[in-house]
């Protein structure tokens, strides 16, 4: 019988279950919308549904533990959500004692974007290094830092909040208030709302003539640039710039083997790298110039294939304590 795990990914947007083996493949999937404005106790509900389809379609699994990604703030060791912002009412949830008291199976807790590090990082574009910085960029900018082959938490699991290095001192105020955040000048969010003032409705203009004359996004620049519209090429550079500082700080501050880029905005890596390479170039010291910057592999997956992880890593550390006696 196959070892497996349940791995939950849980957003603020979509809730996924899956059941993934040790060798990292999916064996059944499912998905539903959050019901983010329920509070705990709806959620808590739909995972228990969820949980029960997977389990339905590979009923012949062995299934050892559940992990969890979920939205941090959180303390992965004591298994609880502090205060997810996008879940209503998930106040110092204990949902690892709960999740564990409804399936008898141990259950192990991890930031969401810390989840897909680690998916990446066992089973995707990380795979055989000993440390990586995986960088999200989409609606935000998150991430997660494995250094010498163990995930970074630092205190209360609150390391490597990425996105709001401080790298300028202008731009529009991020959401956690303050001013020149990485997140509020890099993420998706920011190179649309830059395409957005540039250009208005019925301009004639590419980028909104993709956005049906609405509000611009990341992805609409990107896809304007291919198609070698001026001003949304001129945007990816601004956007590539703000990137590649960003990346020079990652490599000072955690030495990785490689980063990896995750998120919508990583599908335009291949127009932004000349402008990354010219900024880590021009700004890094030379021991640091050499890093790869690869397009993650697992892209939706990673969060699941994480989750799994956890369960997996956790069962072989304890069958190492029971060979040597639990030293």
């Given at each position: 019988?196959?070892?497996?795990?349940?791995?939950?990914?849980?957003?603020?947007?979509?809730?996924?279950?899956?059941?993934?083996?040790?060798?990292?493949?999916?064996?059944?999937?499912?998905?539903?919308?959050?019901?983010?404005?329920?509070?705990?106790?709806?959620?808590?509900?739909?995972?228990?549904?969820?949980?029960?389809?997977?389990?339905?379609?590979?009923?012949?699994?062995?299934?050892?533990?559940?992990?969890?990604?979920?939205?941090?703030?959180?303390?992965?060791?004591?298994?609880?959500?502090?205060?997810?912002?996008?879940?209503?009412?998930?106040?110092?949830?204990?949902?690892?004692?709960?999740?564990?008291?409804q399936f008898g199976l141990p259950v192990h807790l991890e930031n969401d974007a810390n989840a897909a590090a680690i998916g990446e990082w066992r089973f995707g574009a990380g795979r055989g290094a000993r440390s990586i910085v995986f960088v999200t960029v989409s609606t935000g900018i998150g991430g997660g830092v494995i250094a010498d082959g163990r995930i970074?938490?630092?205190?209360?699991?609150?390391?490597?909040?990425?996105?709001?290095?401080?790298?300028?001192?202008?731009?529009?105020?991020?959401?956690?208030?303050?001013?020149?955040?990485?997140?509020?000048?890099?993420?998706?969010?920011?190179?649309?709302?830059?395409?957005?003032?540039?250009?208005?409705?019925?301009?004639?203009?590419?980028?909104?003539?993709?956005?049906?004359?609405?509000?611009?996004?990341?992805?609409?620049?990107?896809?304007?640039?291919?198609?070698?519209?001026?001003?949304?090429?001129?945007?990816?550079?601004?956007?590539?710039?703000?990137?590649?500082?960003?990346?020079?700080?990652?490599?000072?501050?955690?030495?990785?083997?490689?980063?990896?880029?995750?998120?919508?905005?990583?599908?335009?890596?291949?127009?932004?790298?000349?402008?990354?390479?010219?900024?880590?170039?021009?700004?890094?010291?030379?021991?640091?110039?050499?890093?790869?910057?690869?397009?993650?592999?697992?892209?939706?997956?990673?969060?699941?294939?994480?989750?799994?992880?956890?369960?997996?890593?956790?069962?072989?550390?304890?069958?190492?304590?029971?060979?040597?006696?639990?030293?």
């Amino acid at each position: 019988m196959r070892e497996a795990a349940f791995a939950i990914d849980l957003g603020g947007t979509e809730l996924r279950a899956a059941l993934i083996d040790r060798a990292g493949d999916i064996l059944a999937c499912a998905t539903m919308p959050t019901d983010a404005k329920g509070g705990p106790a709806s959620v808590m509900a739909q995972i228990a549904m969820l949980t029960r389809d997977v389990r339905d379609q590979a009923p012949d699994a062995a299934v050892i533990g559940l992990g969890v990604g979920a939205p941090g703030p959180l303390d992965p060791v004591a298994g609880i959500v502090i205060a997810a912002p996008t879940l209503t009412g998930w106040r110092n949830v204990p949902i690892g004692a709960l999740l564990s008291a409804q399936f008898g199976l141990p259950v192990h807790l991890e930031n969401d974007a810390n989840a897909a590090a680690i998916g990446e990082w066992r089973f995707g574009a990380g795979r055989g290094a000993r440390s990586i910085v995986f960088v999200t960029v989409s609606t935000g900018i998150g991430g997660g830092v494995i250094a010498d082959g163990r995930i970074l938490h630092g205190r209360q699991g609150l390391a490597a909040e990425i996105g709001h290095m401080t790298i300028a001192q202008e731009g529009e105020p991020c959401f956690c208030g303050t001013i020149g955040c990485w997140e509020a000048l890099a993420s998706g969010s920011a190179l649309g709302r830059r395409g957005t003032c540039m250009t208005r409705a019925g301009d004639g203009s590419i980028l909104r003539a993709l956005s049906a004359n609405g509000a611009v996004s990341g992805r609409h620049v990107i896809e304007a640039a291919r198609m070698g519209d001026a001003q949304a090429r001129a945007l990816v550079a601004e956007e590539a710039r703000w990137l590649g500082i960003g990346f020079v700080n990652l490599l000072h501050l955690y030495s990785p083997e490689r980063l990896i880029l995750g998120g919508g905005i990583a599908n335009g890596l291949d127009l932004m790298r000349p402008v990354i390479a010219e900024t880590i170039a021009a700004r890094a010291m030379p021991p640091y110039r050499d890093v790869p910057l690869v397009v993650a592999a697992l892209g939706g997956q990673a969060g699941l294939m994480g989750a799994a992880s956890l369960v997996f890593s956790a069962s072989a550390a304890a069958h190492d304590e029971g060979d040597t006696g639990g030293v």
